[in-house]
Nanobody
Framework: QVQLVESGGGLVQAGDSLRLSCAASERTFSTYVMGWFRQAPGKEREFVAAITVAATTYYSDLMNDRFTVSRDNAKNEVYLQMDNLKVEDTAVYFC???????????????WGQGTQVTVSS
């Protein structure tokens, strides 16, 4: 079972950028679809972005091209570059491993503990 650890969250102002990282414990990382999700207080966990084994990327329409997902299989890491952050992007961000980028969260098998992103106005 792959273990995932997110990092890079923090408190920023609206318009700033952050880069989240997710480190995986296994070499089999390269065989997984990797997804980013977020959950704000009182809301359901929602899809942010995903990247396939072949590095094809998928994004939620809500991100409006502000976010970029990438992966480095040699380092067993996946990244989420977030630009022009908005107050409504405030949430805990999770990475997860799965088999299909179109799967809902419940089909992703392994999850990190999450990293808090807070955007102030």
């Amino acid at each position: 079972q792959v273990q995932l650890v997110e990092s890079g969250g923090g408190l920023v102002q609206a318009g700033d950028s952050l880069r989240l990282s997710c480190a995986a414990s296994e070499r089999t990382f390269s065989t997984y679809v990797m997804g980013w999700f977020r959950q704000a207080p009182g809301k359901e966990r929602e899809f942010v972005a995903a990247i396939t084994v072949a590095a094809t990327t998928y994004y939620s329409d809500l991100m409006n091209d502000r976010f970029t997902v990438s992966r480095d299989n040699a380092k067993n890491e996946v990244y989420l570059q977030m630009d022009n952050l908005k107050v409504e992007d405030t949430a805990v961000y999770f990475c997860a491993s799965g088999t299909s980028p179109n799967d809902p969260p419940r089909f992703y098998s392994n999850w990190g503990q999450g990293t808090q992103v807070t955007v102030s106005s």
